[in-house]
T-cell receptor, first 113, second 115 residues
Framework: GDSVTQMEGPVTLSEEAFLTINCTYT??????LFWYVQYPGEGLQLLLK?????DKGSNKGFEATYRKETTSFHLEKGSVQVSDSAVYFC????????????FGTGTRLQVTL | EAQVTQNPRYLITVTGKKLTVTCSQN?????MSWYRQDPGLGLRQIYY???????DKGDVPEGYKVSRKEKRNFPLILESPSPNQTSLYFC??????????????FGPGTRLTVL
């Protein structure tokens, strides 16, 4: 079945540092890939997405590129802020069962001054 | 404002006492889903519904029931809760397949503790 693997957290960075959160996936066919973010005490919200190979999703300074050859969708940001502290989930949708999402385990990011 | 609402936000109960967590969306979405979030396991789907009166099991349906009598509501029912159902629960909705594949709108979560 489909699966998503994320790097273990927590990740602790100083403000303005570069961020990478690794995500790899296993799926049949051509899934769509997503990053969702969960701020403290809130539900998940979509951060960015990519629907086909070599697509780059971007939002709020975050980027991720759909790499079919390495089955990866790593999240990057050039300069993190304290307000980016949250849990980040990589997810895929195989387009089969409606909008079913398969999530990774989540990576907690803590940004300090 | 487009949103998914859940009630209650926090609930402490005892083993075996039936409970219902409500979920409502105001976006006229066809698809609704329930997830549980546990440390180290991410989000796992419990049940989903493609439309009114159409529901199906997700990855971890044991011990849960759902119903979809109206398009906007999708309650989660625990007939006889047990301590292993202590978790953070999220309801989500999305438009029908094809319009926004994989794009789901999440509620704020319900933290359930079963003693």
């Amino acid at each position: 079945g489909d699966s998503v693997t994320q790097m273990e957290g927590p990740v602790t960075l100083s403000e303005e540092a570069f961020l990478t959160i690794n995500c790899t996936y296993t799926a049949t066919g051509y899934p769509s890939l997503f990053w969702y973010v969960q701020y403290p005490g809130e539900g998940l919200q979509l951060l960015l997405k990519a629907t086909k190979a070599d697509d780059k999703g971007s939002n709020k300074g975050f980027e991720a590129t759909y790499r079919k050859e390495t089955t990866s969708f790593h999240l990057e940001k050039g300069s993190v802020q304290v307000s980016d502290s949250a849990v980040y989930f990589c997810a895929l949708s195989d387009g089969g069962t409606a909008s079913k999402l398969t999530f990774g385990t989540g990576t907690r990011l803590q940004v300090t001054l | 404002e487009a949103q998914v609402t859940q009630n209650p936000r926090y609930l402490i109960t005892v083993t075996g006492k039936k409970l219902t967590v409500t979920c409502s969306q105001n976006m006229n979405h066809e698809y609704m889903s329930w997830y549980r979030q546990d440390p180290g396991l991410g989000l796992r789907q419990i049940y989903y519904s493609m439309n009114v009166e159409v529901t199906d099991k997700g990855d971890v349906p044991e011990g849960y029931k759902v119903s979809r009598k109206e398009k906007r509501n999708f309650p989660l029912i625990l007939e006889s809760p047990s301590p292993n159902q202590t978790s953070l629960y999220f309801c989500a909705s999305s438009p029908a397949q094809g319009r926004q594949p994989g794009r789901q709108y999440f509620g704020p979560g319900t933290r359930l503790t079963v003693l």
